[in-house]
């Protein structure tokens, strides 16, 4: 089965790079609280690669980043860093899972999916890293509350963001890094 096998390494190889991708992403705004191109990143894996590739693009990327991102390692906090993984791995999930319907879209109803999309992949990012340091932090009432208003300013901008970089990067992503070779398929 040399065909199979050289089909598998090649899959494997555009994972690889897209992870590589995602982890660099993630250092271009790491100084700019909550704007960052990891999740934008593993979205392109799912749809170029399907949804078990995206599911490991994601959990790769997140693990490598997580781990040495420079404003301090996630392994700190296990519970924070396996939900970025997770949080990640269902992102590349999702979009591969609903590759062909995004890509058969067009026009404003295309723009409007792949904004849709970001908004749902962030918003289901951040509950998983709220419910991370609830895990860790057990908190009841008032302070929860606080804990919740408090980052509800840096989780907007974060969803606010890839919205918007979903709806007009993304699509044009996955259009060019379709005519490349070895995207191609």
Do not use: C
Not at 80 to 100: E, S, T
Not at 154 to 164: M, P, R
Request: glycine fraction near 10%; charged fraction near 10%; charge should be positive.
């Amino acid at each position: 089965m040399p065909d199979q096998d050289s089909h598998t390494a090649r899959r494997v190889s555009r994972a690889a790079m897209l992870a590589a991708a995602a982890v660099v992403n993630g250092y271009l705004f790491f100084a700019v609280p909550n704007v960052e191109l990891v999740t934008a990143t593993v979205a392109v894996a799912g749809l170029l690669l399907g949804p078990g590739y995206g599911f490991a693009v994601g959990v790769v990327a997140y693990a490598i980043f997580g781990a040495f991102n420079p404003l301090g390692s996630s392994m700190a906090v296990p519970t924070m860093w396996a939900a970025q993984m997770l949080g990640q791995g269902i992102n590349g999930l999702l979009f591969g899972l609903l590759r062909h319907r995004l890509n058969a879209s067009q026009g404003q109803s295309r723009i409007a999916a792949f904004a849709s999309m970001g908004l749902l992949v962030t918003l289901i990012y951040q509950i998983l890293l709220s419910f991370s340091f609830y895990i860790i932090m057990p908190m009841e009432g008032k302070t929860m509350i606080a804990f919740l208003v408090t980052g509800l300013v840096f989780s907007l901008t974060q969803i606010a963001v890839n919205t918007l970089i979903f709806a007009l990067v993304v699509p044009v992503a996955v259009h060019r890094l379709r005519k490349l070779p070895g995207f191609d398929s």
